[in-house]
């Protein structure tokens, strides 16, 4: 079940039709991306995490700038790839066998989409909770519902 989103109209005079769908396109995507049940040993491991995040790039079909990675003591790790397209960035829990993930990328070429599906069977999630939403140049608010964002059980 995805998040139900709406866009908030301003309360300014409503501009031409395409002004108004220029201002309302998406100039990106931004998924959050919930992994459990992730083995610790993989959620710990620094090298692997790193190139996954390569790797998810690449299924993004993104272009890597840069990469930055912490390994916290006792365990968990912080890493993020920068895109030419935006970023993806993944903090671990170990102990609790949980990552948080964003895959934010802008351009039609992208699919970031695909690089969370990787993602969830790189770290072998038992669970997992995906939110798409589309990043807009609108001045009205994005409004997320959270009880719409489900928590699946993987199918691999």
Known sequence: MSALLEIQKPLALEPKKLERERSLAAVGTHCLLELYDCPAQLLNDRSFIKEALREAARKAKSTLLSEVS???VPQGVT???LLGESH???HTWPENGY???????CGEHTEPETACQYLARQFQAKKQALLTLPRRRATGAVVVKMEDWAIVESSE
């Open 70 to 72: 912490h390994q916290f």
């Open 79 to 81: 890493a993020l790839v």
């Open 88 to 90: 993806i960035s993944i």
């Open 99 to 105: 990552a948080a993930i964003d895959v934010f990328t």
